[in-house]
């Protein structure tokens, strides 16, 4: 079993869709989570940053840590074809500049967004 | 966030050649990382790169296959050596800034072997 699992897609949205991305993990001791967005071609963009649970809200996106269940999502409100990316979901155990703090990622969610 | 640059960012090679991929930061950063993205599969961390001392590496990456050198806080290469075709991904270099565990991530060189 993978420690970090991301359905792959793709996911085929209109434009102005609410998008929910999710993944699961298995490794309790993962505290920080992460969203990146990687456009075709390019390096990974870090979208989102939430430590432990809650939600953190950053305008059309919301990321949603529920470590109860080791499930984390991201929700797009209002998805826009300039959204249309592979967004992929990091975690990491902190202690920083420790032995724990590499980031472990899922495989990615290839979105598109129809226009 | 600090803004990263990589060269080449794409270079086809022949089977058993090496290809060094630079990585260039615009501040000082104490981690580096290099990463390895292969079609429909997650990054994969290679190894953390430090300045002044070795690089660790990864289970399954070793330093002959991937020498490291990280010469200052601002500059990193990653060698691979003696290619093959299983060896053609995209190699990432990323950065941590701030007290946190956030990494940035630069653009990405895409490496394929013949």
């Known amino acids: 079993q993978k420690e970090v699992e991301q359905d792959p897609g793709p996911l085929s949205v209109p434009e102005g869709a609410i998008v929910s991305l999710n993944c699961t993990y298995s490794?309790?001791?993962?505290?920080?989570f992460m969203w990146y967005r990687q456009y075709s071609r390019k390096g990974p963009e870090l979208l989102m940053y939430?430590?432990?649970?809650g939600n953190k809200e950053d305008g059309r996106f919301t990321a949603q840590v529920d470590k109860s269940s080791k499930y984390i999502s991201l929700f797009i409100r209002d998805s826009q074809p300039s959204d249309s990316a592979t967004y992929l979901c990091?975690?990491?155990?902190?202690?920083?500049?420790?032995?724990?703090?590499?980031?472990?990622f899922g495989t990615g969610t290839l979105l598109a967004v129809q226009p | 966030s600090a803004v990263i640059s990589q060269k080449p960012s794409r270079d086809i090679c022949q089977r058993g050649t090496s290809l060094t991929i630079q990585c260039q930061v615009d501040?000082?950063?104490?981690?580096m990382f290099w990463y390895r993205q292969q079609p429909g599969q997650s990054l994969t961390l290679i190894a953390t790169?430090?300045?002044?001392?070795?690089?660790?590496?990864e289970s399954g990456f070793v330093i002959d296959k991937f020498p490291i050198s990280r010469p200052n806080l601002t500059f990193s290469t990653l060698t691979v050596s003696n290619m093959s075709p299983e060896d053609s991904s995209i190699y990432l270099c990323?950065?941590?800034?701030?007290?946190?565990?956030?990494?940035?991530f630069g653009p990405g060189t895409r490496l394929t072997v013949l």
């Open positions: 939430t430590y432990s649970s």
């Open positions: 501040s000082q950063v104490t981690m």
């Open positions: 790169a430090n300045q002044g001392s070795e690089a660790t590496y």
């Open positions: 990323s950065v941590v800034q701030g007290a946190t565990d956030t990494q940035y």
């Open positions: 490794n309790s001791a993962f505290q920080y």
């Open positions: 990091a975690m990491s155990a902190g202690d920083y500049g420790g032995a724990t703090n590499k980031l472990i």
